[in-house]
Structure formats: structure tokens, C-alpha cells
């Protein structure tokens, strides 16, 4: 078995500065790789910058520069947030470097070669913002901006042809697309006909891209330049030792927004280009901050990343990784990120580390003590703390990163907890062998931990492996040795003063609106009509990622809803359903779409769960009081 770990992110368009979608893909990326080079894999971590394209070359223009000129500006402003956030990335690629050129040059032209790509004339509605031929249905979703109307001879790649080996591949490779609900959305997708791609573009309309090799006027396709630049990396040459050593990927990373073109246009380009598919297409959830997507507009919300200045590198890291399922969406506050901080942080990590070496400073002169004969109770710690390093690893295999994360943190409390029963600040007083016991036990404990969560705070915990005075890396337990005189540490994680919150905070605060009075009065509640309905039918919002179409039935009448569930409920399992309809509600448009209703649903966090009837009896258009 190769005991390599290629990681992929997207690379980054150039045309904006890096913000907090770009910092979260690309931390994930880095502490996985931490973790598979911790655990002794040869790892090679990707990251980079997408430069070529009309959006660069609008950026460019309007600032009076070359485009070269505005990526070799831009692309110092990434690397000095990699910097900042401790991103030990092995390569960073760069499309308009020419080992890139090169490569796109050369699979395009085998790609040519093998009768893949064709000359068409192709008229349709091009999106200007989005850089591609859009359908009339697209046009009409009110997502595209810069809508004209093109007729254009361009090159076309036999997309299509590959349609059903990408079927296949999907259906014998369960993993390949991830998490379950993406990949169910790509089949969904190609349950369709599948086009084929246009990959070029006239220079005469857009000229900061990689000329085809076949054709001097035309440049390529922005997407069919920067996806390849997954291979150029580990030195794309089809049977290079280098290469093979590295590719196929283990992980492409990417936010959910760009799963089409990497588990669709991807793996085509691949099996026409004679190439092994990547391992895993893992698409990741959004940061929202209440309803919108972070990156896009910020306004009057803190940004994540103003927080490293005053509490450092490591907490964000922490609470990125921490708060986000990977493949939902998470919502950013201020406060959740103070409430994390802490408790975990500073409550429960913070806290072991500073009861243990004051303990031991006090009473067993700095050295760490001997555990002599442990009892029950202590080798209780020391099988969880080994039962904990399994778990870790294992969820860390199946991409379950906060899992992983609030396994050694539950160990941690435990420790605590361990801690509060032997009390040994009152067992030195009776029975010093048992106090050293306890704190030689807490303090190999606090080892484990720190290993453990090493990948996503990497230098935090390296204050704690500094403390102990060690460097022993094994993740088996009981390596730390009696007699080890400890190193004074500054406070870990030193709490929030929640009173003592700053402007930043407070202009965070005003973004949430005052709670409003809290009661109705009965004859306010009355006039709700809540009423049970059936679904009769439902399917997807086009383009919607959290919108559901349901017709309902609500006693004699039918009508049309649209619900934001369809990331807990698929359309096929809502079908025949019972549920409960605010039924006077006024109509509204969705999305374009007439709602009449709203269904009820109990939310908890990432949890939604709908409100629905458990007797078929009562049937639908009965009042719910
Ligand atoms: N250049 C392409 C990718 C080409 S890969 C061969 C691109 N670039 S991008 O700069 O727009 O990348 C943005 C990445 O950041 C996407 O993966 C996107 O999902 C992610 N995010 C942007 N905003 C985000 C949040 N608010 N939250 C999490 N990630 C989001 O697309």
C-alpha cells in the first residue's frame, strides 16, 4: 500500500482578496495534512491561485495594469495569509506559471489528438459574471448577471461521450463523491443528458488565458486551464515515477459551489485524458452569517479572521474546525466563538495545564512525579486516553474533524473530572505517592491531548509539550518520564472577559435584532390557521440548494409551498407525509416561485426535524390548536 497523502484545495481566483472562504478550505486542508503526517504518511499538500480568465482581466483593466501585473500583486496577499494562519502547505501553484502552461498545453492536445475536441458554431445566452453558456432556465433563475446573447465558433469537448463511465465510476466508487447528499445531487444531475463543454474562447474577446496549441486564436476555457493544475503539481507526465508516486489525489477539497465542475467536468477530462480518477471529491458546507454567505457580503459582521490579531491563530483555527459538520453549512457569532473559547479552551484545556504544573511546581519541586502502582482509578485515565488516540484516528479517516475534536475534549473534561475526586492537593497531605500518581497521570494525559489536537492549534499545544518538557511524539501512553523538571508556560488560553467586550464586538451585537416582546395575546394566536396537509408532491428548486416544491393537500384544496428543508429531507421521502401548514399565511414568491404557506418544523442548531401528525385518521385540513 503507498503510504502517501496527496490534499488538494481549490486555487483561489486572484480577483479578490483572500477572505474567510478561502482561509476555511484551506486550515481544513492543513490540519488533515498535519494529521496524515503526524500519523507517519508521506504527505504533499496543494494550495494555489486561479489566474487566467475575463474576471482577472476585467480585475486588471480596471486598475489600468497588466493582468500578469495584478496576479503578481494579488498573489503575495495569500501567501501572507497562509502565513498568518500557520498553513504548512508544500506547493503552491500558480496557473500562469509555465510548468502549468505546459501541462494544460499538453493534455489539450492529446486530449485533441485522441478526436475529443471538435469545432462547432454555438449560439446561446453567455453569462459575462460566470464566464460560460448558460441554459434559458438559468437565465431565468435570476443567478446570472450580464446576460448577452453570443454566436461564436468555439471548441467543444466531448463531455458527453463520458457520461456513462462516470456513472460507473460513481456507483463502484462509494466514496468517491462525499458527503452521501453531494454525490446523490450529481446523480440527480446526470440522470439528464450530459452536453458537452466548451473550452475555448475567441481571443478577440478575451485574450489572459492559455492559448490552445492547436489553434492560436482561441484561448482555454478558465475551469478546463484550472482544474488541471491538480496534476501539474505532482509533475504530470503519464508514466513518471514522481507523478504516479503522488497522483491520484486522496482529497479535493472544495466548497459545495464548485462540485459540478470538479466531480463532473473533472473526471471526463480525466478519462478522455487516459488518467486515474482522484480517491474523494469532498464538498464542504458554506460559513454563513445568518442567512448569507460569509465571503460575499460582510457588512457590519465580524470577520473571523479580524479575531487572530486579539486572540491569536490558534482559537480560530480551533473554532473553525470545531463548529463546522463537514458538509453543512455553520453559522458564524462572535459569541459562539467566545462561548467555545471558554469553555474548552480556556475552562477545560487551559485550566488542566495550569492546575498540573502549579501542582507539581508546588509540591513535587517542578519534576514530574513517579506513577509508581497505579490504582483502578488511574489506569481508568490511562485507558481512555488510548481508547480516545483509536477514536481520534479513526474519525479523522472518515472526515469527521469536530467528532474527532470533541473526543479528546469529552477526554479532557474526564481528566478534570478525575482530577476534582483524587484532589490532590489534600492527597499530598496524606499520601504523597498517591498525589504524584494523580498529577505523573494528568500530566501524561494533557501529552495525549496536546498530540492529538497539535493539527488544528499547532502552537498552542506546543506550549503544553514545552511545559512537560517533552518531545516524544508516540501517541502510546505513558511515555512521559518521572524526574522531568517542567518549564515555567504563560497562561494558555487566558479567558474572555465577556464584560469587557470590544468595539469589534459590540458593532457585532447590533446586528442582532433586540428580542422582541415575547408574548401574544389568545386572540393574536388565533388568528394563525394551523392545519395538518399531505404531501402529494415534491421536487427541488433548480439552482436552490436548500429549497424544496411541495404541492399539499390541505382538506379539499391543494396548493403550492416552497420550504427550505431539502438539506435534512430529500423530495422522495417527504412524499405522503403528514405535516402541519401555517395555511393563512400570506402568499409570498420564493425564488421566483408562489408559496402559499409555510410548514412547521422544530430546529435545534444543525438539526431540523418537520412537525408532523403520527395518525393517517385525522387526515388533511384538520386544525392544529
Ligand atoms: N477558482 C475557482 C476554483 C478552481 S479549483 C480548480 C474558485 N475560486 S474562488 O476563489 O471563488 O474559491 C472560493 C472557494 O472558497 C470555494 O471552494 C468556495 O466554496 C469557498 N468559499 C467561498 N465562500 C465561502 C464561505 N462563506 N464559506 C466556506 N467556503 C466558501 O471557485
Request: aromatic letters at 10%; one cysteine or more.
Amino acid at each position: 500500500m503507498k503510504n502517501t497523502f496527496y490534499i488538494t484545495t481549490p486555487i483561489y481566483y486572484v480577483n479578490d482578496k483572500p477572505h474567510i472562504g478561502h482561509a476555511y478550505t484551506t486550515i481544513l486542508a492543513d490540519v488533515l495534512a498535519r494529521y496524515h503526517r503526524e500519523a507517519g504518511q508521506d504527505v504533499f499538500f496543494l494550495t494555489g491561485l486561479d489566474e487566467h480568465g475575463q474576471k482577472v482581466q476585467q480585475a486588471a483593466e480596471s486598475r489600468n495594469i497588466t493582468p500578469q501585473q495584478h496576479c503578481d500583486e494579488m498573489a503575495p496577499r495569500f501567501l501572507e495569509l497562509w502565513e498568518k494562519l500557520h498553513i504548512q502547505y508544500d506547493d503552491f501553484i500558480r496557473t500562469t506559471e509555465p510548468r502549468h502552461v505546459d501541462v494544460v498545453q499538453q493534455v489539450l492536445q492529446k486530449v485533441y489528438d485522441s478526436g475529443d475536441i471538435y469545432m462547432d458554431e454555438y449560439e446561446g445566452l453567455y453569462s459575462v459574471s460566470e464566464e460560460r453558456f448558460i441554459t434559458e432556465k438559468e437565465s431565468e433563475s435570476g443567478e446570472f448577471r450580464d446576460i448577452t446573447k453570443l454566436k461564436e465558433k468555439n471548441y467543444f469537448f466531448k463531455m458527453g461521450k463520458y457520461q456513462q463511465a462516470l456513472l460507473d465510476h460513481i456507483e463502484s466508487n462509494p466514496d468517491f463523491i462525499q458527503p452521501k447528499h453531494r454525490k446523490n445531487e450529481i446523480l440527480g444531475f446526470l440522470r439528464n443528458p450530459l452536453g458537452d463543454l466548451c473550452i475555448s474562447r475567441p481571443k478577440s474577446r478575451l485574450n489572459w488565458g492559455v492559448e490552445l496549441p492547436f489553434d492560436a486564436d482561441y484561448v482555454t476555457y478558465v475551469w478546463f486551464d484550472a482544474l488541471l493544475n491538480y496534476v501539474t503539481a505532482p509533475g504530470y507526465k503519464s508514466d513518471d515515477e514522481t507523478f504516479k508516486r503522488w497522483w491520484p489525489a486522496n482529497y479535493h477539497l472544495i466548497g459545495k459551489d464548485i462540485l459540478t465542475t470538479h466531480a463532473v467536468y473533472w473526471p471526463t477530462m480525466l478519462f478522455s485524458a487516459g488518467l486515474p480518477q482522484p480517491k474523494s471529491i469532498f464538498a464542504h458546507g458554506w460559513w454563513l452569517s445568518g442567512e448569507s454567505k460569509m465571503s460575499k457580503s460582510l457588512g457590519n459582521v465580524v470577520n473571523p479572521l479580524d479575531l487572530i490579531d486579539e486572540y491569536g491563530v490558534d482559537p480560530v483555527r480551533y473554532y473553525l474546525m470545531r463548529e463546522m459538520v463537514l458538509g453543512q453549512d455553520a453559522s458564524f457569532t462572535i459569541d459562539s466563538f467566545i462561548k467555545r473559547y471558554n469553555s474548552d479552551l480556556a475552562n477545560d484545556f487551559g485550566n488542566l495545564l495550569s492546575r498540573v504544573s502549579t501542582l507539581i511546581t508546588r509540591n513535587f519541586d517542578g519534576n514530574i512525579p513517579e506513577l509508581g502502582n497505579p490504582t483502578e482509578t488511574d489506569k481508568t485515565i490511562a485507558l481512555e486516553g488510548e481508547k480516545t488516540v483509536k477514536l481520534v484516528q479513526g474519525l479523522i479517516q472518515k472526515m469527521r474533524l469536530n467528532d474527532a475534536i470533541e473526543e479528546t475534549m469529552q477526554f479532557i473534561r474526564s481528566v478534570n473530572r478525575y482530577m476534582e475526586q483524587q484532589a490532590p492537593w489534600k492527597q499530598v497531605r496524606e499520601d504523597k505517592d498517591a498525589a504524584g500518581r494523580t498529577l505523573y497521570t494528568a500530566a501524561e494525559a494533557l501529552r495525549i491531548s496536546a498530540l492529538l489536537l497539535h493539527p488544528v492549534m499547532p502552537s498552542r499545544t506546543q506550549v503544553v509539550l514545552d511545559t512537560l518538557n517533552t518531545r516524544d511524539t508516540s501517541l502510546k501512553w505513558g511515555r512521559l518520564i518521572a524526574g522531568t523538571e517542567l518549564v515555567k508556560h504563560e497562561s494558555l488560553f487566558p479567558r474572555i472577559d465577556v464584560k469587557k467586550k470590544d468595539k469589534v464586538q459590540e458593532s457585532a451585537k447590533e446586528e442582532i435584532p433586540a428580542e422582541p416582546e415575547n408574548v401574544v395575546t389568545f386572540d393574536e394566536f388565533q388568528k394563525l390557521k394551523l392545519r395538518t396537509a399531505k404531501v402529494l408532491e415534491a421536487e427541488k428548486v433548480e439552482g436552490a440548494d436548500r429549497l424544496l416544491k411541495l404541492q399539499i393537500e390541505v382538506g379539499d384544496s391543494k396548493r403550492q409551498i416552497v420550504a427550505g428543508v431539502a438539506e435534512f429531507y430529500t423530495a422522495e421521502s417527504l412524499i405522503g407525509k403528514m405535516i402541519v401548514v401555517v395555511s393563512n399565511l400570506k402568499p409570498a414568491k420564493i425564488r421566483g416561485i408562489e408559496s402559499n404557506g409555510m410548514l412547521l418544523a422544530a430546529k435545534k442548531g444543525k438539526q431540523l426535524t418537520l412537525v408532523t401528525i403520527d395518525s393517517d385518521e385525522i387526515g388533511s385540513g384538520a386544525d392544529v390548536n
